[in-house]
């Protein structure tokens, strides 16, 4: 279900064109500055790039299993390494984006832009927004996104989940 997000023509192959159709849609829908959206570009060109979506060739359906493997590994050894981590640079500008009046925090209705963004009913901001704010304070700190991000980029599927991802939608 996470390939086919991206592949947007359904030929089983991701390209790097279908995967900044997301990002140069996120700017038809904020107030974000051009410094920002370009920022999320680049981070979603480097987290695909390290997802193995190669520039020139994409990342073909049969190989997304054992690349999202690679990855994780990867993330892993680049924790223990204290490196960056390629999920905290995609889910930090998603974030900065998102944060529309600028107070550090995101709230359920800057959550429902995403969701629109990514052609998803925007009531299924509520489940995701529940899930993410796991201290309670009817905000989303930027840690608790890149929380979320993680669980969804490095656990394998589970259909419990599908409302919190929006596969159901």
């Given at each position: 279900k996470r390939f086919d997000t991206f592949d947007l023509d359904t030929d089983g192959k991701m390209n790097m064109d279908e995967i900044m159709y997301?990002?140069?849609?996120?700017?038809?829908?904020?107030?974000?500055?051009?410094?920002?959206?370009?920022?999320?570009?680049?981070?979603?060109?480097?987290?695909?790039?390290?997802?193995?979506?190669?520039?020139?060739?994409?990342?073909?359906?049969?190989?997304?299993?054992?690349?999202?493997?690679?990855?994780?590994?990867?993330?892993?050894?680049?924790?223990?390494?204290?490196?960056?981590?390629?999920?905290?640079?995609?889910?930090?500008?998603?974030?900065?984006?998102?944060?529309?009046?600028?107070?550090?925090?995101?709230?359920v209705d800057e959550l429902k832009t995403m969701m629109k963004a990514f052609d998803v009913p925007q009531e299924a901001a509520y489940t995701f927004f529940e899930k993410a704010d796991t201290d309670k304070s009817g905000k989303l700190e930027r840690q608790e996104l890149v929380h979320l991000f993680r669980k969804f980029w490095m656990e394998p599927y589970d259909p419990q989940w599908d409302g919190v991802y929006a596969y159901k939608y």
């Open positions: 997301w990002p140069d849609r996120m700017r038809q829908l904020v107030n974000a500055t051009d410094e920002q959206v370009e920022k999320m570009r680049e981070a979603v060109r480097v987290f695909f790039f390290n997802k193995g979506v190669d520039p020139v060739n994409g990342l073909k359906r049969e190989d997304w299993v054992e690349a999202n493997r690679v990855f994780a590994e990867a993330e892993r050894d680049r924790e223990r390494r204290g490196e960056p981590s390629m999920i905290a640079l995609l889910s930090n500008a998603y974030y900065d984006v998102l944060d529309d009046d600028g107070d550090g925090t995101v709230d």
